[in-house]
């Protein structure tokens, strides 16, 4: 996380890391919507960016920055997924560019946040 906000030039506000309720197990290691996919050795590898530069994430103030840490995230190999109010990009495996995936009702559910996963 430090070294994505290093590398995309922005201080990220974050929301949720490994509390809260979330379909993600990688936030804390239980998914909200699908009990079978819970993975206590995954949680902590998933934050919700709520802030950009003190910029509410889905604001116009935010957007050019949202654009810095997506592109920064796209760029990482060590970066699973991200999610943010324009798209939703995942690597089908590790070391594998993401690829934008076709999944409006996920995109729509992060009009004021950035959801990053990590390997």
């Not at 993975?39 to 919700?48: H, R, T």
């Not at 997506?70 to 324009?86: E, F, R, S, W, Y």
């Not at 076709?102 to 990053?116: F, L, Y």
Request: charged share 20%.
């Amino acid at each position: 996380m430090y070294d994505l906000a290093q590398q995309s030039g922005h201080d990220l506000g974050v929301n949720f890391t490994t509390n809260g309720t979330h379909d993600d197990p990688r936030h804390s290691g239980v998914s909200n919507c699908c009990p079978e996919r819970n993975d206590p050795n995954k949680a902590g590898l998933a934050v919700d960016i709520g802030e950009v530069d003190h910029h509410v994430v889905g604001t116009t103030e935010a957007s050019s920055g949202v654009a810095d840490v997506k592109q920064t995230g796209l760029d990482t190999p060590g970066v699973m997924a991200v999610i943010d109010p324009n798209g939703y990009w995942l690597a089908p495996s590790q070391g594998k560019p993401k690829q934008v995936q076709n999944d409006p009702a996920t995109v729509r559910q992060h009009g004021t946040h950035m959801h990053v996963d990590f390997w």
